[in-house]
């Protein structure tokens, strides 16, 4: 067995990432720290990349062993989590994934329905991935299968680094407390680095996913 194939490979991988993190906070200066994990910087355009990589990834490996539909809905999503890095969401001013978007006048007739479709898109997408991938999931993850375990890694780093990203202003929003310069240096490379793994955390569950299946043909 090699160390891709464990089925606590992906929860490996992100334990580092969170010490490559913790490190990057205490042995960085906070101007390179911050010009390093900001929007527009290099671990922001990293993660976009691997985004990308990853959609390409999902439509191009081993074609035989994941279905076409499955596929596709992996690329629409990982291109959607890319354009939603790159605040593509914001694209008509206002972030459509906002209640403000729909229920005020500041967005046009015109640009909501547009957002209603592209919606609408990415919801079918998940909606297919969901009918043709999720029952076998949640049985391959009840028998810890590596890929299965890798992805629901992927949704507890999705929802640590959603909660990272917010921690911090839902506090000051809440008791108007402001968080000094040695914390945010802690936490912005947290969620930074979490988001960057995102997209790898795809592409290992996929490797994994084939090569599982390229073992069972072998065997029999």
Same mark, same amino acid.
């Given at each position: 067995?090699?160390?891709?194939?464990?089925?606590?490979?992906s929860?490996?991988?992100?334990?580092?990432?969170?010490?490559?993190?913790?490190?990057?906070?205490?042995?960085?200066?906070?101007?390179?720290?911050?010009?390093?994990?900001?929007?527009?910087?290099?671990?922001?355009?990293?993660?976009?990349?691997?985004?990308?990589?990853?959609?390409?990834?999902?439509?191009?490996?081993?074609?035989?062993?994941?279905?076409?539909?499955s596929?596709?809905?992996?690329?629409?999503?990982?291109?959607?989590?890319?354009?939603?890095?790159?605040?593509?969401?914001?694209?008509?001013?206002?972030?459509?994934?906002?209640?403000?978007? $729909? =229920?005020?006048?500041?967005?046009?007739?015109?640009?909501?329905?547009l957002?209603? %479709?592209?919606? !609408?898109?990415? /919801?079918? *997408?998940?909606?297919?991935?969901?009918?043709?991938?999720?029952?076998?999931?949640?049985?391959?993850?009840?028998q810890?299968?590596?890929?299965?375990?890798?992805?629901?890694?992927?949704?507890?780093?999705?929802?640590?680094?959603?909660?990272?990203?917010?921690?911090?202003?839902?506090?000051?929003?809440?008791?108007?407390?402001?968080?000094?310069? $040695? =914390?945010?240096?802690?936490?912005?490379?947290?969620?930074?680095?979490?988001?960057? %793994?995102?997209? !790898?955390?795809? /592409?290992? *569950?996929?490797?994994?996913?084939v090569?599982?299946?390229?073992?069972?043909?072998?065997?029999?």
């Amino acid at each position: 067995m090699n160390l891709l194939s464990h089925r606590y490979f992906s929860l490996s991988i992100t334990l580092l990432t969170c010490l490559l993190a913790l490190l990057s906070s205490f042995l960085l200066d906070y101007d390179v720290l911050f010009r390093f994990v900001d929007e527009g910087g290099f671990i922001e355009t990293l993660t976009l990349l691997f985004y990308l990589v990853a959609a390409l990834f999902a439509l191009c490996y081993p074609l035989k062993i994941i279905r076409l539909p499955s596929r596709i809905a992996i690329a629409i999503l990982m291109l959607a989590m890319l354009a939603r890095e790159a605040d593509l969401h914001k694209i008509f001013g206002m972030s459509m994934l906002k209640i403000k978007f $729909w =229920l005020t006048d500041q967005s046009t007739v015109c640009h909501k329905i547009l957002a209603a %479709l592209i919606l !609408l898109f990415l /919801i079918f *997408a998940l909606y297919t991935l969901i009918r043709h991938s999720a029952k076998r999931w949640l049985s391959d993850l009840k028998q810890g299968q590596n890929y299965a375990v890798t992805l629901f890694i992927f949704f507890i780093v999705l929802i640590m680094s959603k909660l990272i990203d917010r921690s911090v202003n839902m506090v000051h929003e809440i008791t108007g407390w402001m968080a000094p310069t $040695w =914390l945010i240096a802690i936490q912005l490379p947290q969620e930074e680095y979490l988001e960057c %793994l995102l997209p !790898l955390l795809i /592409i290992v *569950a996929i490797i994994q996913y084939v090569n599982n299946n390229k073992m069972k043909v072998n065997i029999e």
